[in-house]
């Protein structure tokens, strides 16, 4: 739902670190995004393609690296993918606990020339 | 040629929320993002909240909608600093916003600021406002399987009411289940159980968030 307001910052940032590299084009901007974090890539893509209309990102492809969300059971300590429903853990069924990995969302590294 | 970023798509954001929560810190004021579904209660918490704290603590709010000005007409009335942000079909509140109406707002030091986020369980927890305290509030008859669906808004949540407790007799709402989850993301948020129809539980939450102002 908020991927205009997050494709935006995501935007600002490329264009910050591609400008102090003295870059005349961005040629591809490689994201991390850890599926606990409620973004859609169509989406993302749409607004991006809108938003870069006469920037030097326009054209430029975006890559998404998606991180599965990774929980670990509070009883067994096995580190285990987030089962569609619940947070049970397939071992010992006792309740897992999200560890961090499947919250990222950064830019990795961006392309230019 | 490549160039490595390795930075939080949401840098601009955070860097505006960090100026707003030394804003904050430096005059002593508690500012509690306020977030919930539609129709949680957050406008009836906030409400209850300034009736019971207003004789002992300065209380502003920012209303965020995305079109309407019902909220803040029901704060205004109770003669209650209150400033409107009509987010124009937005999803979420975000720092900047915050930022350019903290100037409008009579925002004295040591004093409450209540900021409603839109209503929504998922978009409003990716935006940092520089607020001090997260409150999430989940109400009964939304069911108790909230925290399975909406993990980063109770995982983040730095305290947790569940609202309209006068209606669990009518509800199939599994408490145990609602507590599990919660605990499995956030083992030591302070939850609060209340009515805001009764008045049932908000004096234990009042006392909570009074204390925080000191
Ligand atoms: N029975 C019962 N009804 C409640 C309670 N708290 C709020 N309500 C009712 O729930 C409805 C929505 O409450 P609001 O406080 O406006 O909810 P909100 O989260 O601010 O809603 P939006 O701003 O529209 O997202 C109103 O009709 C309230 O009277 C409660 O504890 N019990
Ligand atoms: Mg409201
Ligand atoms: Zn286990």
Redesign the pocket.
């Known amino acids: 739902m908020h991927e205009y307001a997050v494709t935006k910052n995501m935007l600002a940032v490329a264009l910050e670190e591609a400008e102090k590299a003295g870059a005349k084009k961005i040629i591809e901007i490689r994201l991390v995004i850890g599926d606990l974090s409620t973004i859609i890539d169509e989406s993302v893509q749409m607004y991006f393609d809108f938003l870069t209309e006469e920037t030097i990102a326009d054209g430029a492809k975006l890559v998404f690296k998606r991180v599965p969300a990774v929980f670990q059971c509070k009883a067994c300590s096995i580190e285990f993918n987030k089962p569609a429903k619940g947070f049970d853990c397939p071992q010992c069924g006792a309740m897992g606990a999200p560890t961090g990995v499947g919250r990222e969302f950064y830019i990795e590294s961006i392309e230019v020339e | 040629m490549e160039i490595k970023v390795l930075k939080n798509i949401m840098h601009a954001n955070q860097q505006l929320a960090e100026e707003n929560r030394k804003f904050f810190k430096e005059r002593n004021i508690v500012a509690v993002n306020v977030m ?1 579904s ?8 906030i409400l209850k909240v300034i009736e019971a704290l207003r004789d002992k603590v300065n209380i502003c709010v920012v209303e965020g ?1 995305i079109a309407s000005s019902i ?1 803040a007409e029901k704060i205004d009335k109770l003669g209650i600093s209150v400033v409107q942000i009509n987010t124009g079909g937005g999803c979420h509140l975000d720092a900047n916003m915050i930022r350019t109406v903290a100037d409008d707002l009579k925002l004295e030091e040591n004093s409450i600021l209540f900021i ?1 986020n839109v ?1 929504n369980l998922v978009c409003p927890s990716s935006f940092d406002l520089g607020e001090g305290i997260k409150l999430v ?1 989940a ?1 009964v008859p939304e069911g108790h399987d909230k925290p399975f669906k909406y993990t980063s808004m109770f995982q983040e949540a730095d305290v947790i009411i569940l ?5 669990m007799p009518y509800i199939d709402f599994d408490r145990d289940s609602f507590y599990k989850g919660i605990r499995a993301l956030n083992e030591t948020v302070p939850v609060f159980e ?4 009764t008045g049932e539980g908000l004096p234990a939450f009042v006392e909570w968030l009074g204390n925080k102002v000191k």
């Open positions: 919930a539609p129709g949680a209660g957050k406008t009836s918490t909608d909220d409603e209503g509030i109400s609202n309209k407790m006068d209606l209340i009515s805001c129809k």
